[in-house]
């Protein structure tokens, strides 16, 4: 099941799964600097020394970070695994064959390719460094469309079950000074009713638990906007959606540090598998 999150930045850009052990010590040891650009926006990620995946910017191409001096901080993380020190929402939740409850995924590899003179195909893999469990994440970058496409692809090799319990599709950090949200819900009568908020720091979620026609409430979109409410010739806006016609959330959390973390993918309420 591979489940999508598109984002569009204004700009407008953007934004789910693979089993063995250890990554490789030169994985760990040689920090890597991966690109995702658009023509008007720039994701670029780090593979640190720590074996972690990074995410150090994303937005227009002269706000791409440089690789810095030291490690950074796993709030920083690009796809956030739950247990063995994180401690915000999490990308992905699993209980590995014996129980353990804690996922430590490290850099192996990435490679991009072309797929045609507008899109460009980066896959980077992950792996467990304790169990044969691995995630492989896609970027498709549009660079007309200024749009950049990210799902994961999960796999085991455990001796027994793994029961996944969180799966995101996508969980981009931004950074700002503040951040306004708009989503667009309601029922009959009033289908896509735009509702804006300023977000404050802690948890905020939009879901749907409907299972089928998700969307009959609460459209599975959204705008993020960096520099004030959103305007429509100005200012710099975010927008995402998922290709996903099932229970969906979406999970804003500005931490302590005035992070924002947007993970969106399948609702974790009733998926357990």
Do not use: C
């Not at 920090?31 to 994701?43: H, Y």
């Not at 920083?76 to 999490?90: I, N, S, T, W």
């Not at 195909?121 to 950049?148: A, M, N, Q």
């Amino acid at each position: 099941m591979v489940i999508r999150l598109t984002l569009y930045v204004t700009l407008l850009t953007a934004l789910l799964m693979l089993g063995a052990r250890a990554a490789s010590a030169q994985a760990r040891a040689e920090p890597r600097v991966i690109n995702v650009s658009t023509a008007g926006s720039s994701l670029t990620l780090l593979a640190a020394g720590d074996g972690r995946l990074y995410q150090l910017g994303y937005g227009r191409p002269k706000q791409s970070a440089v690789r810095p001096s030291r490690t950074p901080a796993r709030e920083d993380e690009f796809y956030p695994q739950a247990g063995h020190g994180f401690v915000l929402e999490p990308a992905v939740q699993a209980v590995h064959a014996d129980g353990n409850t804690s996922t430590d995924l490290v850099y192996v590899s990435h490679e991009t390719a072309a797929v045609d003179d507008n899109v460009t195909h980066t896959r980077v893999s992950l792996k467990d460094g304790h169990y044969p469990f691995f995630v492989t994440l896609h970027l498709r970058s549009y660079r007309r469309e200024d749009v950049i496409e990210q799902w994961a692809e999960i796999r085991h090799e455990e001796d027994g079950p793994v029961t996944l319990s969180r799966f995101a599709s996508s969980s981009p950090v931004l950074k700002a000074d503040a951040y306004w949200l708009t989503q667009l819900q309601g029922n009959y009568m009033r289908e896509a009713e735009l509702v804006e908020e300023r977000l404050t720091p802690g948890l905020k979620i939009l879901d749907s638990k409907l299972g089928v026609r998700a969307h009959q409430m609460r459209n599975p979109s959204f705008l993020l906007s960096t520099e004030g409410p959103a305007r429509e010739e100005s200012g710099e806006v975010y927008g995402g959606t998922l290709a996903w016609s099932g229970s969906f959330q979406f999970a804003f959390e500005v931490d302590w540090t005035g992070r924002l973390r947007a993970l969106a993918g399948i609702n974790p309420f009733g998926s357990e598998y």
